[in-house]
């Protein structure tokens, strides 16, 4: 079967650095998503990996390696508007996404 | 670019009426549209995928003769939520994909609309 997993809640401080994992079995792949959603929002792309490796964009990073089946997004110098879920969504074969639950990300002053 | 509209933002109506979503891609010609719904806390859950000119495609346990799609143009998809019930309460959002989106797959999401059924 499909299956994405992330955990469901984090707590981070404000202006420190946060790691949320995503783990994925998928029919196929090509590649993995990571959109910031907010309460009561759609969400909004994040990020796109389908090579190995690490790729940076301002303070938010994603890294994915394809032999682990794993990822991760990478938050720096967190602020209070970060105060969101992060969707982790893999694409199989037939280029459909397969979502994780989201994790919960709060922020802390 | 690459943006995708949602008609109505939100909606309250009758147990029993229909309801009917719009989504638009405003500066793409969008191929294949995706409808999700979303309960409070829970993540998205996709329904239907359409292509433009074909029926759409309807996840499992989604009632297709409920909530009717039509992907009639390459820029508008259509959402009917038929004799809505209380529990039809949620989240709607729809995304789109098509020449927009490259390489990536990438899908662009509305803002979603939220259909409270009294």
């Known amino acids: 079967g499909q299956n994405i997993d992330q955990p469901t809640e984090m707590t981070a401080t404000e202006g420190a650095i946060v790691q949320i994992n995503c783990t994925y079995q998928?029919?196929?792949?090509?590649?993995l998503f990571w959109y910031q959603q907010h309460a009561g929002e759609a969400p909004t792309f994040l990020s796109y990996n389908v090579l190995d490796g690490l790729e940076e964009k301002g303070r938010f990073s994603s890294f994915l390696s394809r032999s682990k089946g794993y990822s991760y997004l990478l938050l720096k110098e967190l602020q209070m508007k970060d105060s969101a879920s992060y969707l982790c969504?893999?694409?199989?074969?037939?280029?459909?996404?397969?979502w994780g639950a989201g994790t919960k990300l709060i922020i802390k002053p | 670019g690459a943006v995708v509209s949602q008609h109505p933002s939100w909606v309250i109506c009758k147990s029993g009426t229909s309801v009917k979503i719009e989504c638009r891609s405003l500066d793409f010609q969008a191929t294949t549209m995706f409808w999700y719904r979303q309960f409070p806390k829970q993540s998205l859950m996709l329904m239907a995928t359409?292509?433009?000119?074909?029926?759409?495609?309807?996840e499992q346990g989604v009632e297709k003769d409920k909530f009717l799609i039509n992907h009639a143009s390459l820029t508008l998809s259509t959402l009917t939520v038929t004799s809505a019930h209380p529990e039809d309460s949620s989240f709607y959002i729809c995304?789109?994909?098509?020449?927009?989106?490259?390489?990536?797959?990438?899908?662009?999401f509305g803002p979603g609309t939220r259909l409270t059924v009294t």
């Open positions: 969504a893999a694409m199989d074969s037939n280029y459909q996404l397969i």
């Open positions: 359409s292509n433009e000119g074909s029926k759409a495609t309807y």
């Open positions: 995304s789109a994909r098509g020449t927009a989106s490259g390489d990536s797959y990438e899908q662009y």
């Open positions: 998928t029919s196929g792949f090509n590649g």
